[in-house]
């Protein structure tokens, strides 16, 4: 089983749609969430990052953590042709030996329909 | 401005042939890393190092090696004892506060002929 879970898609929705993304994991020690997103044969840029359980909101996403359940999620409301992308959840769980490593899900490709 | 930059952006190797791919950044960060991504397979750590002259295998390190001679620059040898090197290839680093994050590099893809 692997660390982190994540359903590749692709999800494909109409403009304006409310999207949500999800992410399981079976480490429980993962303290530190983060959400990327990749455009086509580009580098993942940083999206949302949230330490421990909760959520966080900027502008249209939302990053909800239940560390309970070992479950995250990222909402992204009004959805855009722009948000068309690879997104990557990532986890860690902070500096352990000396090193801090991220873990990351498979990635879901989401296209927005215009 | 700083950043993080992987170069060649497209690479081909021949079977049986050694690859250097580079990585720069000019952030001042310590700790340096490589991934790889396919397919459906999202991220997987190679190698990281978190000081100069120091580095660590991560999940995947068969086939692959690395050197952190200076602070800005982690090259990734991709060998021939790698047996399914094709892949894109990413870099980042990443600052000693727990709170930042870690910057990508455009990634090489690399192909083998």
């Known amino acids: 089983q692997k660390e982190v879970e994540q359903d590749p898609g692709p999800l494909s929705v109409p403009e304006g749609a409310i999207v949500s993304l999800n992410c399981t994991y079976s480490n429980s020690a993962f303290q530190y969430f983060m959400w990327y997103r990749q455009y086509s044969r580009k580098g993942p840029e940083l999206l949302m990052y949230?330490?421990?359980?909760g959520n966080k909101e900027d502008g249209r996403f939302t990053a909800q953590v239940d560390k309970s359940s070992k479950y995250i999620s990222l909402f992204i409301r009004d959805s855009q042709p722009s948000d068309s992308a690879t997104y990557l959840c990532a986890m860690s769980a902070g500096v352990i030996q000396g090193a801090q490593k991220l873990v990351f899900g498979q990635g879901t490709r989401l296209t927005i329909n215009p | 401005d700083g950043g993080i930059t992987q170069s060649p952006k497209y690479l081909f190797r021949k079977e049986g042939q050694n690859v250097t791919l580079s990585c720069e950044q000019n952030?001042?960060?310590?700790?340096m890393y490589w991934y790889r991504q396919d397919p459906g397979q999202g991220l997987r750590l190679i190698y990281y190092?978190?000081?100069?002259?120091?580095?660590q295998k991560g999940d995947i390190a068969e086939g692959y090696s690395v050197s952190r001679e200076k602070k800005e620059s982690f090259p990734l040898t991709v060998t021939s004892a790698q047996k399914n090197p094709t892949a894109f290839y990413l870099c980042?680093?990443?600052?000693?506060?727990?709170?930042?994050?870690?910057?990508f590099g455009q990634g090489t893809r690399l192909t083998v002929v």
């Open positions: 949230t330490y421990s359980s």
């Open positions: 952030l001042n960060h310590d700790a």
């Open positions: 980042a680093s990443r600052g000693e506060d727990m709170n930042t994050e870690a910057f």
């Open positions: 190092s978190q000081i100069v002259n120091d580095f």
